[in-house]
């Protein structure tokens, strides 16, 4: 209704002087507008708030389009840099702060698998797939690189719409593996996307891949040590100086400058922004937040939750907006019924790719926690949640897409804007068509007297002695610590992750936590 009452006129005379506030003030009204009516809808059983924000993005796309007598569908224009350093940033972060530890680092080596591998098998499929099928229906014009591009574009996930639906309380192994390979994912494939821009596609052989899998292991390991480092170093000093004590702004303003600093700092490196804001996250939330006052603690979960449900309403609204860039649409040579067949042959690659690895590395993690003391079997029936959840796909594929096909939102070449318009087409689809379907299939696969199926068991408590000796010590004789080692080898050849998590909870509460802050107990998360 609001842009309804703006004529063209009207837009257009107040425009010559605020060329970037009208655009902005409308687009902040229509994120309000979006807020109040996700509140109605709330308790749907079909829509959530990804869904709800597409669908307004559409809406005002029709009615800008409307407006400006079909030349334009778009408020603002889309800038892949703005995303990845304004928008991306807090979603991430708020991802590592809010995530449940205990149950993340449980089931660490299946997030892992998912979150990494799976983006391999799903990449080369995706890649193989379309490079084989698009030139029989008169899509041609790309090259290599375009293709192993398309290839990690549409690897990368969004999981928001069946996190929704899931409660960690209830389904806290569900919901740690979805949670967890939705935000590994979305870093693996920014990460195997920046490396495929670097390869020559010229000479693609043996020595190649071993190069991709070296650069690749080199990116995640040294950004992920730089987001720990960042997140240790505010922890440290809000323990040592103790902000609270004068003004509680100062450590609330800290956490959230060294959280950007580190993010800054990885691709000022030329790493991965967003595994280094994660894991950032994760220690700032895991140390540093047990170093703040009560009224900080509480005040940080609610801040950062605010800005990364602003970046993410505010990219699916875009989203929906550009759906109508008719523009885009004009620029493409293809028929309209031949860019349905592009879309739909994406899809199947997704459904397809996606298969080819949730059923595999699930028994391969069930066979790795086969002797595990905890209930930690994923079902065929969370195999199939996983395996739905990890079929739409989201901002970081739009990214993604305008990052390697535009140049600040703008393309003048029919195959890239072919390439734009069908990702926008299939992460509508997908969050609009899998979205409505995701609550009414978690419930029949998921009823509420089986949620609690797959549920995490208590650890046995560690003893005292334990605790003070997490590993070997100086104290005891030679033999003894070679029994300790034995029993410890063999702990971790008949539990390898468990047993990884247990001795790592030992030198966290034995030495980590009594440096950079944290309760030091048994039960912490």
Request: glycine share 6%; net charge neutral.
């Amino acid at each position: 209704m609001l842009l309804m009452m703006m004529s063209s006129e009207y837009v257009m005379k107040l425009g010559e002087g605020h060329a970037h506030v009208v655009p902005v003030t409308v687009f902040v009204a229509v994120l309000c507008l979006c807020l109040v009516i996700g509140h109605f809808l709330q308790e749907n059983r079909w829509v959530n708030e990804s869904i709800t924000a597409i669908l307004i993005g559409c809406l005002a796309g029709t009615i800008i389009l409307f407006i400006s007598k079909g030349k334009s569908s778009h408020i603002l224009r889309f800038d892949e840099e703005v995303f990845f350093i304004y928008l991306l940033p807090p979603i991430i972060f708020n991802a590592g702060f809010q995530v449940k530890k205990k149950q993340f680092f449980h089931n660490f080596f299946t997030i892992m698998l998912f979150g990494v591998v799976g983006v391999f098998i799903s990449t080369t499929i995706i890649s193989a797939g379309s490079m084989w099928l698009f030139p029989k229906f008169g899509f041609v014009g790309l090259t290599t690189r375009d293709y192993l591009g398309i290839g990690t574009i549409f690897s990368s996930t969004d999981t928001v719409c069946t996190l929704q639906v899931l409660h960690q309380d209830e389904t806290p192994l569900l919901y740690s593996l979805v949670f967890g390979e939705g935000v590994v994912n979305d870093a693996t494939s920014v990460v195997l996307f920046n490396t495929i821009q670097k390869l020559d596609v010229n000479r693609l052989h043996g020595r190649q891949a071993v190069r991709i899998l070296l650069d690749f292991l080199y990116l995640f390991s040294t950004s992920t040590a730089l987001g720990v480092s960042a997140g240790l170093l505010t922890a440290y000093v809000l323990k040592g100086l103790y902000f609270g004590r004068h003004c509680t702004v100062r450590e609330i303003a800290l956490m959230v400058l060294m959280a950007y600093l580190s993010y800054m700092l990885a691709e000022l490196l030329n790493l991965s922004g967003i595994l280094t804001v994660f894991f950032c996250g994760i220690f700032m939330s895991h140390y540093a937040w047990h170093n703040t006052t009560e009224s900080s603690k509480i005040t940080t979960r609610h801040v950062f939750a605010t800005m990364s449900f602003i970046a993410e309403t505010f990219i699916f609204l875009y989203v929906g907006m550009d759906a109508l860039d008719i523009e885009k649409w004009k620029l493409s040579k293809l028929r309209v019924w031949t860019l349905l067949v592009i879309c739909t042959i994406l899809i199947f690659l997704i459904l397809l790719g996606r298969a080819a690895f949730v059923f595999p590395l699930s028994f391969l993690s069930n066979y790795a926690n086969r002797n595990a003391s905890r209930s930690s079997t994923i079902t065929f029936k969370h195999q199939v949640i996983i395996l739905w959840a990890g079929l739409m796909r989201g901002a970081v594929s739009i990214a993604l897409a305008f990052k390697e096909f535009t140049h600040s939102g703008v393309t003048w070449d029919p195959v890239n804007a072919t390439v734009v318009t069908t990702t926008v087409i299939a992460v509508l689809f997908s969050t609009i068509v899998f979205g409505f379907l995701t609550k009414p299939l978690v419930s029949c696969l998921l009823p509420p007297h089986d949620a609690n199926i797959g549920d995490l068991s208590r650890e046995p408590t560690i003893s005292k002695e334990d605790m003070r000796l997490p590993l070997l010590s100086f104290e005891e004789s030679a033999a003894t610590n070679v029994l300790r080692a034995k029993d410890s080898l063999s702990m971790l050849l008949e539990r390898p992750v468990h047993t990884i998590h247990h001795y790592w909870r030992r030198f966290d509460d034995a030495y980590m936590r009594p440096l950079f802050g944290g309760p030091r107990n048994n039960n912490s998360s």
